[in-house]
């Protein structure tokens, strides 16, 4: 597991399209992410996974890159996703990441 920061978007669009086509995966966790503690502790203990800190890295994503491989963990409002099931209390945080991340079975549970 690597976190990193780098400067350039030329460094940045290298380095993810390593990592994607190495199998690893990338996860974007936004820095109001309100879960993002205890998800930065899930990651670090995942292999093949790294975490990206740019914001840069973000933008390449949504106008590229459309991987199943790249996570990106934010709350947006004006969009549904799994973080409403878990504000309104029908699932938890560790469930959620555990799905993200593949770890649950078909029926959803870990």
Known sequence: MEV???DSMDKIADKLN????SDHRVVYVSDDFAW???AME???TMDNTEI???LEALELYRMYEFSDRFIVL????KFGSIWNYVR????SVEEALECLFG?????GSV
């Open 4 to 6: 990193r920061q780098v």
């Open 36 to 38: 993002k503690e205890l």
């Open 18 to 21: 390593k990592s994607l086509e």
């Open 74 to 77: 934010e709350e947006n409002d």
């Open 52 to 54: 990206v800190l740019d």
């Open 103 to 107: 770890e649950c079975n078909e029926s």
């Open 88 to 91: 309104n209390g029908m699932i």
């Open 42 to 44: 899930k990651i670090k």
